[in-house]
């Protein structure tokens, strides 16, 4: 508990002792025996004024500056004059006391405010964890010394070193040392990595065992953990459609009902001969009845604790608006390398052409995609396995969609697809091999083929076995791979849909056509999401409903594109996701269901003048109260 939630508390805690032995004092007559009749009602009015004022000073002062400010129609507005009024109904002659009801509704109003105090404090801690992921320091060699620097300071390419216990700065490549690193803050992954040379790894990461020299790749403000907290931080301000309804909804409703109320105290009496205390009490038990905090406080909870249980998991979404649009996702589309399979291509095959060696095939190759940053080309220069010498290259173009142009020791040469080869006229064969086709070609003759291989992911067909369980009902792959290829890959996964060969143009067309069938099976209730690593999946995370990206190895302009971002990279992190989305959904409409039942039963009560202010106690703190306990729900999560 904070400070200020244990100072609320004492003052309930007094407050209420108070408020008891007052009760008990004057059940038992004591009051009336040592003040007589009618002095036992003032004293009774001065005594539960006393555990009021300790109890509730601050909700009067609230409601004192909002009438200073202009904005007297909040929660403490309505509080304080109903209790106000409770205590004036004293002056009414024949009139039955209750300055103890008075006492009570601030009192246990307060306690509701302490349980949403309490449970807003323990949604942010979720959000805190997260947020505590930031390392404060970098260490990096001075003059031989070891200093610790702000890792702003760094910049890519710069060294530094992370001791066991720290948190790693910066995102970079391990060059030097072997530990065990743990992720669990990030991916939600409870098993720490085994980080050798050579292995990439992000910032945020705690170090765990032994000692890492690390190269950085990029700066601090581009690094994973920073992006991690700024999606964190700016994920309260978009809000859900049903978030902003409540709103909306409770801007125009405490207007009414304080009009509604004050009609109800007025009207009777000065038109119809109705009694004075009789009907100010029913429009302060309507008032204090109206309040609508149960649901200006549990529905953003709600959403807020679906955010943090699902960073718990290492799911980040970027705004209540997102969660709401993934509980009602019926169709998930995604794209195939680095998402459904590993992104770590090799080659398998290698098939010249008449004359030529499967080492000068793969040279030329390798020459031709020593500039690109796509892992169908790493995987050549991988399977070259040497020094490429650049000189022999004069000019490189890479073709969208299709592969690469280049000019080497002064021949032209097109490494690609059959599309490639079409568009230059080159006669090829097509092999009959699973996997990536990369023709090669040299001065307008075909030079062979080489067979590339991608594999799937081992939580693959596990995810689309849970998105299936969890009522996703069509599941489509998009791919700019061959047809074959791609059907086999959809085939073993359980996808029920496939469209290969695309460019990236293309595959917006076909989301645009998914959008459209889903929203007309659906009449459009049901969403679309796009699941996407790369940078070509930028235009088609922005366009889906829903765009989810591979977040640890993921680009960071998918990334900046997507809506939700998956940091452990694994598939079966979708279903979990719409999971989560689901769940926090149910409480939401179960808390507004139960509030408006609830306070519409006893409002039309305290009309008719049968319920009384301990109905109206319940009707507005229990309600609360037993609507943010449901709302703590959406934090707990299971993996």
């Not at 693959?460 to 059907?487: F, P, S, Y």
């Not at 695309?502 to 699941?531: D, I, S, Y």
């Not at 939401?588 to 039309?604: S, T």
């Amino acid at each position: 508990m904070s400070p200020k939630q244990k100072r609320l508390l004492t003052r309930i805690i007094v407050a209420l002792v108070l408020f008891a032995a007052i009760e008990a004092a004057s059940l038992t007559g004591v009051l009336h025996r040592l003040f007589g009749d009618p002095g036992a009602v003032y004293a009774e009015f001065v005594l539960f004024l006393i555990p009021y004022l300790i109890a509730g000073y601050d909700v009067i002062g609230g409601a004192l500056r909002g009438l200073a400010h202009g904005h007297a129609l909040d929660e403490d507005f309505l509080m304080t004059i109903a209790t106000f009024g409770a205590f004036a109904l004293v002056f009414f002659p024949d009139t039955d006391p209750h300055m103890a009801e008075g006492a009570a509704v601030m009192l246990f109003f307060q306690v509701g405010e302490l349980f949403q105090s309490y449970a807003v404090d323990k949604s942010r801690k979720s959000i805190a964890d997260m947020m505590d992921i930031a390392p404060e320091f970098a260490n990096v060699m001075v003059e031989g010394k070891l200093q610790q620097v702000d890792p702003f300071e760094l910049a890519p390419d710069d060294e530094f070193i992370v001791m066991p216990g720290e948190r790693i700065p910066l995102d970079g490549t391990i060059i030097d040392g072997e530990s065990q690193v743990d992720t669990a803050a990030l991916t939600g992954e409870s098993v720490p990595r085994i980080a050798r040379p050579g292995d990439e790894v992000i910032s945020g990461c705690v170090n765990m065992t032994g000692k890492l020299v690390v190269r950085a790749s990029k700066a601090y403000e581009d690094s994973t953990v920073s992006r991690i907290l700024e999606l964190v931080e700016n994920a309260a301000e978009k809000k859900a459609r049903t978030e902003n309804f409540i709103t909306r909804f409770a801007r125009v409703y405490t207007p009414a009902v304080v009009g509604v109320a004050a009609l109800l105290a007025i009207v009777p009496p000065l038109f119809f001969g109705g009694e004075w205390a009789d009907w100010i009490l029913r429009g302060l038990t309507f008032l204090v009845v109206s309040c609508p905090c149960a649901l200006v406080i549990s529905v953003p909870l709600s959403f807020f604790g679906g955010i943090g249980g699902a960073s718990r998991l290492g799911i980040l979404v970027k705004g209540s608006n997102y969660l709401e649009a993934l509980a009602s996702t019926e169709t998930v589309v995604f794209d195939k390398t680095g998402t459904l399979t590993d992104g770590t291509f090799a080659v398998t095959e290698v098939r010249p052409a008449a004359g030529l060696s499967e080492r000068d095939l793969i040279a030329t190759a390798a020459l031709a995609e020593a500039y690109s940053t796509h892992p169908i080309a790493a995987s050549v220069r991988a399977a070259f396995g040497a020094d490429i010498d650049h000189s022999r290259i004069a000019k490189v173009e890479e073709v969208s969609g299709r592969g690469v142009a280049a000019e080497i020791d002064g021949k032209q040469v097109y490494v690609g697809n059959d599309k490639l080869m079409s568009d230059h006229g080159i006669a090829f064969e097509a092999p009959d091999a699973v996997g990536t086709v990369l023709h090669v070609a040299v001065d307008g003759t075909y030079a062979g083929s080489i067979i590339i291989a991608d594999t799937i992911k081992p939580t693959a067909v596990e995810a689309i076995t849970a998105l299936r369980d969890a009522g996703v009902r069509k599941t489509v792959m998009l791919t700019g791979d061959r047809t074959d290829v791609a059907r086999a890959v959809a085939e073993r996964l359980g996808i029920g849909e496939v469209r290969a060969e695309l460019l990236p143009q293309n595959k917006v067309e076909e989301v645009e056509r998914l959008l459209h069938a889903t929203a007309e099976q659906t009449h459009g209730k049901g969403k679309l999401a796009f699941v996407g690593d790369g940078i070509n999946d930028a235009p088609v995370l922005t366009r889906a409903d829903i765009g989810i990206a591979m977040g640890a190895m993921g680009s960071d302009a998918a990334i900046e594109a997507a809506d939700v971002v998956l940091m452990d990279d694994d598939p079966r992190s979708i279903a979990r996701a719409i999971a989560v989305a689901r769940k926090t959904m149910a409480i939401v409409w179960q808390n507004i269901v139960f509030a408006l039942g609830i306070k519409f039963a006893v409002l039309v009560l305290a009309a008719f003048g049968i319920a009384n202010m301990w109905m109206a106690v319940f009707a507005d703190v229990g309600v609360a109260v037993i609507a943010i306990l449901n709302a703590m729900r959406a934090m707990k999560v299971r993996k």
